[in-house]
């Protein structure tokens, strides 16, 4: 670990450096927009510290992340940035992350480290999770009638995106050799850090992709196994679809669907169908661990702190399996035993 020269400390910004250029991308795989908000957030810091606490960038060290100073950060964030409780909470885990890097790397760090950790951030108020119903997904999918070559990539687009609760990454980097039409069908996808997941297709999606293999891509077996399976045509060559593509595309599906939908909400995106199969998937009883799979989530409580509660429908109809129907009324009154022992029920 690089020291300063004169007082033989850590260097901060040298161990900020490889962390964020070295460690991160390199070691650890992260995605450029995960290292970007660790930046993002460590800057942030050291703004403050610049801004508020009057220490010059260039003696900023790792003295400087003592617990008095982050616990002032925290308060500064909340009540004079205004920022959400839930920006609050991603710029301490950067500041975490970082120092138990640091940590690793620098036996003196360990006490500033262990300090950081015993910090919370305010709690977020946990929203209702917002997803299509059936109504609405239906008049999605149906949005594009495929009465044109766009029109009939758009569709297919959609019920792979909905099927498979993708990330709208995922989707856009799939290639022909992802695509297994045989029995038992399934795409497999990359997602966050290059890892994979196997993702089963139900038995409609397979004959939509059989259809649209033979229009978009005839006779794939010899085409290259790289070739993206949603694309556009630029300079005569397939071209992938970007994001924004994607994220458009979907908007004009919600415009057209919400002729005959009225409820559509005004804001679509493709994270909304993720959620919209996942729910659909928990109220038919599906367990989490399956959808924590089918979402690519690394662990369970990530997936239940988004699905792991019930709508009122499920509520009201668990409730009304739980209550005895009222036939009939009491034929007796209650003895002043039994009323004495329901009124000490706690």
């Given at each position: 670990?690089?020291?300063?020269?004169?007082?033989?400390?850590?260097?901060?910004?040298?161990?900020?450096?490889?962390?964020?250029?070295?460690?991160?991308?390199?070691?650890?795989?992260?995605?450029?927009?995960?290292?970007?908000?660790?930046?993002?957030?460590?800057?942030?810091?050291?703004?403050?510290?610049?801004?508020?606490?009057?220490?010059?960038?260039?003696?900023?060290?790792?003295?400087?992340?003592?617990?008095?100073?982050?616990?002032?950060?925290?308060?500064?964030?909340?009540?004079?940035?205004?920022?959400?409780?839930r920006?609050?909470t991603?710029?301490?885990?950067?500041?975490?992350?970082?120092?138990?890097?640091?940590?690793?790397?620098?036996?003196?760090?360990?006490?500033?480290?262990?300090?950081?950790?015993?910090?919370?951030?305010?709690?977020?108020?946990?929203?209702?999770?917002?997803y299509?119903?059936?109504?609405?997904?239906?008049?999605?999918?149906?949005?594009?009638?495929?009465?044109?070559?766009?029109s009939?990539?758009?569709?297919?687009?959609?019920?792979?995106?909905y099927?498979?609760?993708?990330?709208?990454?995922?989707?856009t980097?799939?290639r022909?050799?992802?695509?297994?039409?045989?029995?038992?069908?399934?795409?497999?996808?990359?997602?966050?850090?290059?890892?994979?997941?196997t993702?089963?297709?139900?038995?409609?999606?397979?004959?939509?992709?059989?259809?649209?293999?033979?229009?978009?891509?005839?006779?794939?077996?010899?085409?290259?196994?790289d070739?993206?399976?949603?694309?556009?045509?630029?300079?005569?060559?397939?071209s992938?679809?970007?994001?924004?593509?994607?994220?458009?595309?979907?908007?004009?599906?919600?415009?057209?669907?919400?002729?005959?939908?009225?409820?559509?909400?005004?804001?679509?995106?493709?994270?909304?169908?993720?959620?919209?199969?996942?729910?659909?998937?928990?109220?038919?009883?599906?367990p989490?661990?399956?959808?924590?799979?089918?979402?690519?989530?690394?662990?369970?409580t990530?997936?239940?702190?988004?699905y792991?509660?019930?709508?009122?429908?499920?509520?009201?109809?668990?409730?009304?399996?739980?209550?005895?129907?009222?036939?009939s009324?009491?034929?007796?009154?209650?003895t002043?035993q039994?009323?004495?022992?329901?009124?000490?029920?706690?």
């Open positions: 670990m690089r020291r300063d020269p004169a007082t033989g400390a850590p260097d901060l910004f040298a161990v900020a450096r490889d962390w964020l250029h070295a460690y991160l991308p390199t070691v650890r795989g992260l995605s450029g927009n995960t290292i970007a908000a660790y930046r993002i957030s460590l800057e942030c810091f050291l703004d403050y510290l610049a801004d508020t606490e009057h220490v010059a960038r260039d003696q900023i060290g790792f003295e400087h992340l003592d617990r008095a100073r982050l616990k002032a950060w925290l308060a500064w964030m909340r009540t004079e940035q205004h920022y959400a409780p920006t609050i991603l710029r301490l885990t950067a500041i975490r992350a970082f120092l138990a890097y640091a940590a690793a790397e620098d036996v003196t760090i360990v006490t500033l480290h262990q300090q950081a950790r015993t910090l919370h951030a305010p709690a977020s108020p946990r929203a209702p999770i917002r299509l119903d059936h109504d609405q997904t239906r008049a999605l999918l149906a949005a594009h009638t495929g009465s044109t070559t766009k009939r990539r758009n569709r297919m687009l959609l019920i792979v995106l099927d498979t609760a993708a990330r709208v990454s995922e989707i980097g799939l022909l050799h992802q695509v297994s039409l045989t029995a038992p069908g399934h795409l497999t996808l990359i997602g966050k850090r290059n890892k994979t997941r993702v089963p297709i139900s038995s409609a999606t397979i004959e939509h992709l059989a259809v649209y293999l033979e229009e978009f891509h005839p006779d794939s077996a010899r085409l290259p196994a070739r993206p399976l949603f694309y556009s045509n630029h300079r005569g060559q397939p992938p679809l970007s994001t924004d593509t994607v994220t458009a595309m979907l908007k004009t599906a919600a415009d057209l669907a919400r002729v005959d939908c009225p409820s559509m909400p005004e804001r679509i995106h493709c994270h909304l169908l993720r959620k919209t199969k996942a729910m659909d998937l928990y109220q038919q009883g599906i989490l661990p399956i959808i924590m799979r089918l979402l690519g989530h690394e662990n369970t990530t997936t239940a702190s988004f792991a509660f019930a709508t009122l429908d499920m509520m009201r109809e668990a409730m009304n399996a739980a209550t005895p129907g009222i036939t009324t009491p034929g007796t009154a209650l002043e039994a009323r004495k022992a329901l009124h000490d029920l706690r």
